[in-house]
């Protein structure tokens, strides 16, 4: 059974960093895409970056230039390094694969921003 394990996170200041991981537990076949998206309380899940088989690469305007998702290779881990963090970035993010499998979530991780 496949599971994706995320690491990082947590309280920063205005301004500050974090790096998220996610691992994937078990074997994953034919990835199609993988992605961070966050949920803020009140609001839908939405995308924050994502990244092909290929390695290109999809960011939510809101994000763009100060959040970069990376990979180590074509399957796992994936990271997502959040720079200049700001007071609306502040959710649950959650990383996620698209397989021949199926669709994978990891448990979600809150990140909070405030000084």
């Known amino acids: 059974q496949v599971q994706l394990v995320e690491s990082g996170g947590g309280w920063v200041q205005p301004g500050g960093s974090l790096r998220r991981s996610c691992v994937a537990s078990g074997s994953i076949f034919s990835i199609y895409l993988m992605g961070w998206y966050r949920q803020a309380p009140g609001k839908q899940r939405e995308l924050v970056a994502s990244?092909?088989?290929?390695?290109?690469?999809n960011y939510n305007g809101a994000v763009e230039g100060r959040f970069t998702i990376s990979r180590d290779n074509a399957k796992n881990p994936l990271y997502l390094q959040m720079n200049s963090l700001k007071p609306e970035d502040p959710a649950v993010y959650y990383c996620?694969?698209?397989?021949?499998?199926?669709?994978?979530w990891g448990q979600g991780t809150q990140v909070s921003v405030s000084s």
């Open positions: 996620n694969i698209d397989a021949i499998q199926g669709t994978f």
């Open positions: 990244i092909t088989k290929g390695g290109g690469t």
